[in-house]
């Protein structure tokens, strides 16, 4: 049986993404897809799963390295998060790249392309503004980017504390 649940995440909070991920596979529910806030689970009780999501550029090299180390991949998203999952009962590693510079490069790379899609949502907008005319529409688009520019500067927030943290 398969079942969807909806939960938002920041990209800062993947440690929280993962919890919530495992926790749900130590109920029988198995993560098997992501789709803008959408998770698709597989149920399955006799089985129990760890999940870790990995923000890296995706490569045949890249996803060796996880398999080797016996995790298998799930799904990617934005072609950029990428989930993993592996047997609880398995021996090893719980979790790859626990080490500091590896967590501080990884969110490096977040602060990058997150400011890359500020940038993009910021330049898609100037139009709406050069052509303002103060129509309910206008409006309403303007909201949404004000509220996007909110999430973002949350976001950016988050990350650069966290990147304090791993100095």
């Not at 995706?58 to 016996?70: I, N, R, V």
């Not at 799930?74 to 967590?103: I, N």
């Not at 330049?123 to 005319?133: E, I, P, V």
Request: proline letters at 2%; glycine letters at 4%; a positive charge.
């Amino acid at each position: 049986m398969t079942i969807k649940k909806i939960r938002l995440f920041l990209a800062s909070n993947i440690e929280k993404e993962e919890k919530w991920l495992t926790d749900m596979s130590s109920k029988g529910f198995h993560f098997q897809k992501y789709y803008f806030g959408v998770y698709n689970f597989n149920q399955n009780p006799e089985e129990e799963y760890i999940y870790q999501i990995d923000f890296n550029e995706a490569s045949q090299e890249y996803f060796s390295f996880y398999k080797e180390a016996g995790w298998k991949h799930v799904d990617s998203s934005m072609g950029r998060f990428h989930y993993f999952k592996k047997r609880a009962d398995q021996p090893g590693v719980k979790k790859l790249y626990t080490d500091l510079e590896s967590m501080k490069e990884s969110v490096q790379r977040m602060l990058q392309f997150y400011l890359m899609m500020f940038l993009l949502l910021i330049c898609s907008q100037a139009g709406l503004f050069l052509t303002w005319h103060g129509h309910p529409v206008q409006k309403a688009v303007a909201a949404l980017a004000a509220f996007g520019v909110v999430l973002y500067l949350c976001l950016f927030v988050s990350l650069k504390k966290k990147l304090q943290f791993y100095k």
